[in-house]
């Protein structure tokens, strides 16, 4: 472990400080941009392009173990036509509804008998 001294906290200061000055410099910069902004957007560089990726093509053993699923469900041999990624949350739902539907509440449940 080394040692601290006054002369390395004072390095250290002088170094947050400049830091500190140049990161109040940016915020003067980027408020003065906001400010000149005629609807209140701000237009900023982006510094890295989002690249967006292509599907990704499906190899023939995920085709034929979907195929022989379909087929098993079905009965019968059926077409595949599209296979794609659905990117929802409805499956993780209804696993959570099943979930819940399936315990057992010990709630009593009065009647009103009519004489």
Do not use: F
Not at 87 to 92: K, P
Request: glycine share 6%; no cysteine; aromatic share 2%.
């Amino acid at each position: 472990m080394s040692k601290v001294t006054l002369k390395s906290l004072s390095e250290e200061l002088d170094a947050l400080r400049q830091h500190l000055a140049a990161l109040t410099a940016k915020i003067g910069e980027l408020e003065g941009v906001a400010a000149a902004a005629p609807s209140g957007s701000v237009e900023v560089e982006a510094e890295e392009k989002v690249v967006l990726r292509e599907p990704e093509e499906i190899s023939d053993e995920i085709m034929l173990a979907l195929s022989a699923a379909v087929a098993a469900y079905l009965g019968t041999r059926a077409p595949i036509r599209t296979v794609r990624l659905l990117g929802s949350t409805a499956w993780a739902q209804e696993g959570r509804v099943s979930i819940q539907a399936s315990h057992r509440l010990n709630v009593q449940h009065h009647t009103l008998r009519v004489r």
